[in-house]
């Protein structure tokens, strides 16, 4: 079973930047390429969200129509490691950042339902 964890979350102003990175352990590099990976992000009082995915290849990438243009989704198969790069980021941006995995999927579903591995999780605050 692999184990994702997440880092790179924190406080920034509206405006600012930040790097998620999402390292998946316990599985070969050959494993890890084939899972679709997504992350989600869920704020406070409100469901979970999904906010960008990116298929086994890392060529086709899907984005949420409220960070497109802002975010950009990556992953690097040779390292198991997924990254969210965040920029002109707001305050509607404060969640907490899941990173998620879906086992055999070539394109990222849109449901949570559908991925079968989630890591704990990272926190984003975006100040006004």
């Known amino acids: 079973q692999v184990k994702l964890v997440e880092s790179g979350g924190g406080a920034v102003q509206a405006g600012g930047s930040l790097r998620l990175s999402c390292a998946a352990s316990?599985?070969?590099?050959?494993?890890?390429?084939?899972?679709?990976m997504a992350w989600f992000r869920q704020a406070p009082g409100k469901e979970r969200e999904w906010v960008a995915g990116i298929s086994r290849s890392g060529v086709a990438t899907h984005y949420a129509a409220s960070v497109k243009g802002r975010f950009t989704i990556g992953r690097d198969n040779a390292k198991n490691t997924l990254y969210l790069q965040m920029n002109l980021l707001n305050p509607e941006d404060t969640a907490a950042y899941y990173c998620a995995a879906a086992y055999l999927y070539i394109t990222p579903p849109l449901g949570g339902g559908d991925y079968t591995d989630w890591g704990q999780g990272t926190q984003v605050t975006v100040s006004s």
């Open positions: 316990g599985i070969t590099t050959d494993t890890y390429s084939t899972y679709s």
